[in-house]
């Protein structure tokens, strides 16, 4: 549906890392009881195998030596706690004020929580024109909890819902679909991307992508991607592209087209992986999905 892949553009010959885009991965909760650190880090290397140069983990203080021991190629943003491990909005604001400009993608929400704090971040980082964002897990329940929180969303963004985060911004919004039954996907994924402007990539068997005028929907993939962590590959992978190819330059593809790539290219790894053990559809885990992502997306690139 909605048009061929295209082919990823190839890398020059002469390219450093600053010539392949920087992403920033804001997640991680370190408020008790539930300390969450996998997803941002899963993301941040995701984004690193999708090709991109660089990649800065901005995650709760206390979490940021767990973190970089996870994703070592990744540095760090130390975000400011308070007594509890919450972040504190405004010195988080702050922080990331500084640093984002030097940002070409920010992935928000893999592990992040969505209390008040989280919610106050998030309402402001949208605000924001740029960088471009990929707007995915808590970040998108945050926004659910905001209601209509559509006027105040600026950037370019790629919303990346399963149905459960789907229904809950569909209900903040006023958008009756159905994100399960198949037939029904693709106009769910249209309704949200047209109400919110943004492109909307709702996961799942046969995982829909549209940007509220095109819609295509995924033939990659298999049961082996339901486990902890794939979608947080996911979400680095999509910001590792639009890095490299939609924020950068002449901007050569577009988010659409970034958000495609990316979800044919996750099904891909998935398959490589069952592939080579002998056709299961279970068993890995997200840290092998990475090991395949580079190869998936080489057969995607276009040859000089």
Request: proline share 8%.
């Amino acid at each position: 549906m909605a048009g061929e892949l295209p082919e990823l553009p190839p890398r020059p010959a002469d390219g450093h890392k600053g010539t392949f885009g920087t992403v920033c991965v804001l997640g991680g909760q370190a408020a008790a009881p539930r300390i969450m650190i996998g997803g941002p880090a899963l993301t941040a290397t995701a984004a690193l195998r999708a090709g991109a140069g660089l990649v800065v983990l901005a995650v709760p203080a206390p979490l940021v030596q767990a973190a970089l021991s996870i994703s070592p190629s990744a540095t760090a943003l130390a975000l400011p706690v308070d007594d509890e491990g919450n972040p504190v909005p405004g010195a988080v604001a702050e922080l990331l004020d500084e640093h984002l400009p030097q940002c070409d993608c920010l992935a928000i929400g893999p592990g992040f929580a969505a209390g008040t704090p989280q919610q106050q971040i998030v309402a402001r980082l949208i605000g924001r024109e740029r960088p471009s964002m990929v707007i995915d897990a808590d970040a998108l329940n945050a926004l659910a909890c905001l209601g209509d929180f559509c006027r105040d969303l600026r950037a370019p963004a790629v919303f990346t819902p399963h149905p459960g985060e789907y229904r809950r911004l569909a209900t903040a919004l006023g958008i009756d679909a159905d994100p399960v039954l198949p037939q029904k996907r693709p106009h769910a994924a249209e309704a949200l991307a047209q109400r919110v402007g943004c492109v909307v990539v709702l996961k799942g068997a046969g995982t829909v992508v549209s940007d509220g005028i095109r819609t295509w929907t995924n033939v990659t993939g298999n049961p082996a991607l339901a486990t902890a962590g794939t979608g947080d590959v996911l979400a680095g992978v999509i910001a590792g592209l639009v890095a490299q190819y939609a924020s950068r330059g002449d901007g050569e593809l577009s988010l659409y087209d970034c958000a495609r790539l990316a979800v044919h290219a996750h099904g891909l790894a998935a398959d490589r992986w069952r592939d080579a053990h002998a056709g299961s559809d279970s068993g890995m885990l997200a840290a092998d999905l990475l090991e395949q992502v580079p190869g998936a997306l080489a057969s995607l690139r276009a040859r000089r």
